[in-house]
């Protein structure tokens, strides 16, 4: 089985910064792209950031220049840099792998986290 936890959402002024990281768990050999998706309310579900196991990215254009996506694939982890949030970023932010190889050559794709509530409010 693969865990994908999020960490480090929470309630943040317009203009200012969080950063939030997913941490995959299991017996896990390697992890394909990790990327962050954002659902706020009455909306779908929509890409934020995406990034390859050699580090290659992909931004949504409305957070191209201020949203930063890496990975530490030591940790397993996958961050995301939010810099000069906007009230319209607000929305439960969710970790996605597309494609994970565990031990005894088992393959899991496009698993999810739980989520993590990112809220941008004066």
């Known amino acids: 089985q693969v865990q994908l936890v999020e960490s480090g959402g929470g309630l943040v002024q317009p203009g200012g910064s969080l950063r939030i990281s997913c941490a995959a768990s299991g017996l896990i050999v390697s992890i394909g792209v990790m990327g962050w998706y954002r659902q706020a309310p009455g909306k779908q579900r929509e890409l934020v950031a995406s990034?390859?196991?050699?580090?290659?990215?992909n931004y949504a254009d409305s957070v191209k220049g201020r949203f930063t996506i890496f990975r530490d694939n030591g940790k397993r982890t996958v961050y995301l840099q939010m810099n000069s949030l906007k009230p319209e970023d607000t929305a439960v932010y969710y970790c996605n792998v597309d494609r994970v190889v565990l031990g005894w050559g088992r393959v899991r794709e496009d698993c999810w986290g739980q989520g993590t509530q990112v809220t941008v409010s004066s």
């Open positions: 990034i390859t196991s050699s580090g290659g990215t």
